[in-house]
């Protein structure tokens, strides 16, 4: 996925919605990449690591890989992993960054109103802003929605990321109430793996190169994938790009070539082939 961010121009139609998202967006930071880039947000919410920020709105920061570290005038110096996510609270000075070591990716909205504001003093605290999620794919589904429906801009669209933006809230709430973190360690592997997997929509990933970085081996790792999931890893990953391939098809004007190209198709015959098998019809009767 490409970097993308937007700061939505808000008018009294969407404060009268009393829950509005003010930005939106989705960055990869490299190793020893600067951060943050300067050059790619507004003044009033650049900052540096030595002077930190203060925001007067409520921000969710979606860390899905990579490693950093965060601090605010409520918390300590916490190292911020995958699979997490930190609340910005509105007035509260803070600071993060990702470890240069490590670079991360992070997707984050920002709301306001009287609504949210309600939620987040009910539910939330400043003074433990932290929610491990894990690889939770709804949460990344969310994030990428919310993404899709700012950049197409349509009629309404603010309202709809609003929608959006409570759900993400609500899948935040039910996880810090139920602490939804699988102690079982082949479950875990598989849920990471998986939400990998979703990332990684535009390419092919070498699977035992993927799986290395768990104390198992792959075929052992490859039967307890396909005992929970219901498929190999290699099957599960073409039916996302094969799934994405479809919504492509359906929802863009790409050609087939740049959609296979983008699903991670080296070839046009191969991509063809294989959406056949699994759709019935070629990518062009599809798209008819």
């Not at 540096?48 to 925001?55: D, E």
């Not at 991360?104 to 920002?110: D, F, L, N, P, R």
């Not at 929608?163 to 139920?178: A, E």
């Not at 035992?208 to 999931?229: D, H, M, N, Q, W």
Request: proline share 5%; aromatic share 16%.
């Amino acid at each position: 996925m490409e970097n993308y961010h937007k700061y939505l121009h808000i008018s009294p139609q969407e404060e009268a919605w009393d829950f509005y998202v003010t930005t939106a967006g989705y960055n990869k930071t490299n190793k020893n990449d600067q951060y943050p880039d300067k050059k790619r947000h507004p003044q009033d919410h650049s900052f540096s690591w030595n002077k930190g920020r203060i925001l007067d709105g409520y921000y969710i920061v979606f860390i899905t890989s990579g490693q950093g570290i965060f601090e605010s005038a409520e918390t300590a110096p916490k190292i911020i992993n995958e699979g997490s996510c930190f609340i910005l609270f509105p007035g509260i000075w803070h600071r993060y960054k990702p470890d240069p070591k490590f670079g991360w990716e992070e997707y984050w909205v920002g709301f306001k109103g009287p609504y949210p504001e309600k939620i987040m003093n009910r539910f939330f605290s400043a003074g433990h802003p932290f929610v491990d999620t894990g690889f939770n794919k709804e949460l990344l589904s969310a994030f990428v929605q919310l993404l899709k429906t700012i950049s197409e801009s349509q009629i309404g669209y603010q309202q709809i990321v609003s929608g959006i933006t409570l759900q993400i809230l609500g899948i935040l709430n039910t996880t810090s109430i139920h602490e939804k973190l699988n102690s079982d360690p082949e479950s875990v592997w598989v849920s990471k793996v998986m939400f990998k997997l979703q990332t990684a929509l535009d390419r092919q990933v070498h699977m035992e190169t993927l799986i290395a970085e768990f104390p198992v081996s792959y075929s052992k790792f490859r039967s307890s994938f396909k005992r929970l999931v219901g498929k190999s890893p290699n099957q599960y990953h073409l039916y996302l790009r094969l799934k994405k391939s479809a919504e492509l098809l359906t929802n863009t004007t790409l050609t087939i070539s740049e959609i296979a190209y983008q699903t991670g198709f080296e070839s046009l015959y191969y991509f063809s082939r294989l959406f056949k098998k699994k759709y019935g019809v070629s990518p062009k009767q599809y798209r008819l």
